[in-house]
């Protein structure tokens, strides 16, 4: 069965702070791994999609990358409106529940001023 | 452009009763998937529609169906309501192919039910 964990569970930072929030993951065939950002009440916002081992992705003061076993999202010189659960989910390449997001349970990212 | 959207955005509901929730995907994406996010948690897979078929379903029991139109909307119905269908009921769409019908997802802002 496909499984992600995220760590850590919630990390505080001051502004200007830069750190990692890590996504371990196992599944039977990587199709695609994502990145998504969620604050309270709303749904999930999409950030990244990484396919193969080595890639890397940037979006303003994020870079997620990708190894075989784990994926990192870096956040550099982080702003309280960066404060957010930041989820991580992969997709597995066929199987019976095609399409299937399998999804970590999050990092809660509080950045004070 | 128009994004996903859902409605109700809050629903109040006691156990036994019968639900329906509504998803319009965005512009030129014909694949919908839906999703339930108990608070504090990831959210967890219950089924996926593409051109109006059940593509792929989660570990959720028979009560949970839905359906797809042919303009590429969704609906979600939940019987026989229990206290623990309480959560945060999202949908997601993607363009999909026939090859890849899924891709990267688009989510919603999510219906809030309670169930009391």
């Known amino acids: 069965e496909d499984q992600v964990t995220q760590s850590p569970e919630a990390l505080r930072l001051q502004e200007g702070e830069s750190s990692s929030l890590n996504c371990s993951y196992t599944?039977?065939?990587?199709?695609?791994l994502f990145w998504y950002r969620q604050d309270p009440g709303k749904g999930p916002e999409f950030l990244f999609t990484l396919y193969s081992a080595g890639e890397e992705k940037e979006k303003e003061r994020l870079k997620a990358t990708l190894t075989k076993k784990e994926s990192f999202l870096h956040i550099t010189a982080p702003k309280p409106e960066d404060s957010a659960t930041y989820l991580c989910?992969?997709?597995?390449?066929?199987?019976?529940?095609?399409?299937?997001?399998?999804f970590g349970q999050g990092t809660i990212l509080t950045v004070h001023p | 452009e128009t994004g996903v959207t859902q409605s109700p955005t809050h629903l109040i509901k006691t156990r036994g009763q019968q639900v329906t929730l509504r998803c319009s995907s965005q512009?030129?994406?014909?694949?919908v998937s839906w999703y339930q996010q108990a608070l504090g948690q990831g959210p967890q897979f219950i089924f996926q529609y593409y051109r109006e078929e059940e593509n792929g379903r989660g570990n959720f029991p028979p009560r949970f169906s839905g359906l797809q139109f042919p303009n590429y909307s969704s609906e979600l119905n939940v019987n026989a309501l229990e206290l623990d269908d309480s959560a945060l009921y999202l949908c997601?769409?993607?363009?999909?192919?026939?090859?890849?019908?899924?891709?990267?997802?688009?989510f919603g802002p999510g219906t809030r039910l309670l169930v009391l």
């Open positions: 599944v039977s065939g990587l199709r695609g």
């Open positions: 997601a769409s993607s363009p999909g192919t026939s090859v890849f019908p899924s891709e990267t997802q688009y």
């Open positions: 989910a992969v997709q597995a390449r066929g199987g019976t529940s095609y399409g299937k997001l399998t």
């Open positions: 512009s030129g994406h014909n694949t």
